[in-house]
Structure formats: structure tokens, C-alpha cells
């Protein structure tokens, strides 16, 4: 069965730093893998996803994720942190060909100082 | 479009009572997902539909929760009886399975937060 490990349940950096939030995946077969954001009293948005073409995938807001197979990674970065980045981020895996249930990591909260 | 609509968005019942969850996916969408957040847990899959049939229940509690989608626009989820555990945030949302740039998105509503005291 797939899985998602996502390290460091709160991550706080500064406004204009670099954002990293890792995600680790479990799967037997090929994955598609997804970011999430969460805002506070809010659903889920997509940020972006990867389906097997580019292992970059360029999203919304300005971040990015490279899926790495050799280290089973999807990283979510952006080179430049801004205040209304602030939220809780989701890694989510989904087999390819399979069901269509995603499964989410346990998410990362974003805080992101002045 | 407007979105997944989810109704209500805030419910406090008592503990025993029967509460039901609404939503209407988005317009085309042929996949309706029904999600389960809360602090122990994190974001749990209940249960899913595929034009309106239901595909994967695994996720779902127990007896006391069912779940229906009586047409391609509207899905409930229901608890009876209610319990205090019950207490979280359910997601609804939907998706496109056609062959599509958008396939495999899911596109969220915004949640319906419950409280069962």
C-alpha cells in the first residue's frame, strides 16, 4: 500500500528565504504525487502535481516540486518565502492506473516570520 | 463554477442525534470524494463515488455513518447516532476522470466543521 512521510510536522522561515517542505513517498508501482495548501478554515487547493511527464513540476504561487524515483522524494520548494505563504502544506500519493484514493501525509504548518 | 459546495458549514448537535452533510460537486465531475480531518488523525479518506455509484467505503467508521449520491449533483453523508468522537471537519470533493489535463485533481469544498457534544 502507497504511503506519504512528510518531515517536520512546523516549519518557520523568514520572509524572503527559502521555503523546503519534504515529502517522502511509499509506493509498489509508479505514483502520481500532489502538494496540497490548506489555509486556516479553509479546503484543500491544489498547488501542483506530478503524473510522470517532468520530474519539475512548476505550481501555483511561485513553488515547486522535483520527483526524485532514486530517493522516492517530491520536495516542495520556493526560492522566496512571502507572508501569505503561511499555512498547512500536503503531500498526497495516488497509484497510477489504480484506485483513485489519494493519501495524504500528516501535513506541515508553514510559518513564515516578518 | 462555483466549487464544491458543502452544507452546512458549521453543525453542533448533541451527542445521539442524527446529523447529515450535503454537497454538490463541481458541474461534470464523475468522482465525489467524502474526507474526514482532525488533529489525531489527519485528513482520511471515507468514501468514494464514481457516477454515483459508490466505488470504495473502506474508510467509513462504522455502522453508524452511510453515505448516498441519488444523482450526479448531490451526495450526503450521514452519522446516526452521533458520537463526541465524531467531532472533526468533513471534506467533500470531486473530481474529473475523463481523459483530460485537469484528471486526477481533486478539487475541494470547504468543509462542514462538526461538533457533537
Known amino acids: 500500500a502507497q504511503s506519504v512521510t512528510q518531515l517536520g510536522s512546523h516549519v518557520s522561515v523568514s520572509e524572503g528565504a527559502l521555503v523546503l517542505l519534504r515529502c517522502n513517498y511509499s509506493s509498489s508501482v509508479p505514483p502520481y504525487l500532489f502538494w496540497y495548501v490548506q489555509y486556516p478554515n479553509q479546503g484543500l487547493q491544489l498547488l501542483l502535481k506530478y503524473t510522470s511527464a517532468a520530474t519539475l513540476v512548476k505550481g501555483i504561487n511561485g513553488f515547486e516540486a522535483e520527483f526524485k524515483k532514486s530517493e522516492t522524494s517530491f520536495h516542495l520548494t520556493k526560492p522566496s518565502a512571502h507572508m501569505s505563504d503561511a499555512a498547512e502544506y500536503f503531500c498526497?500519493?495516488?497509484?497510477?492506473?489504480?484506485?483513485?484514493?489519494?493519501?495524504f501525509g500528516k501535513g506541515t504548518k508553514l510559518t513564515v516570520n516578518p | 463554477d462555483a466549487g464544491v459546495i458543502q452544507s452546512p458549514r458549521h453543525e453542533v448537535t448533541e451527542m445521539g442525534q442524527e446529523v447529515t452533510l450535503r454537497c454538490k460537486p463541481i458541474?461534470?465531475?464523475?468522482?465525489l470524494f467524502w474526507y474526514r480531518q482532525t488533529m489525531m488523525r489527519g485528513l482520511e479518506l471515507l468514501i468514494y463515488?464514481?457516477?454515483?455509484?459508490?466505488?470504495?467505503d473502506s474508510g467509513m467508521p462504522e455502522d453508524r455513518f452511510s453515505a448516498k449520491m441519488p444523482n450526479a449533483s448531490f451526495s450526503t453523508l450521514k452519522i446516526q447516532p452521533s458520537e463526541p468522537r465524531d467531532s472533526a471537519v468533513y471534506f467533500c470533493?470531486?473530481?474529473?476522470?475523463?481523459?483530460?489535463?485537469?484528471?486526477?485533481?481533486?478539487?475541494f469544498g470547504p468543509g462542514t466543521r462538526l461538533t457533537v457534544t
Open positions: 470533493a470531486s473530481s474529473s476522470g475523463g481523459p483530460q489535463r485537469r484528471r486526477h485533481e481533486q478539487y
Open positions: 463515488f464514481n457516477n454515483n455509484v459508490p466505488i470504495d
Open positions: 458541474s461534470g465531475h464523475d468522482y
Open positions: 498526497a500519493v495516488k497509484v497510477q492506473g489504480g484506485s483513485e484514493k489519494l493519501v
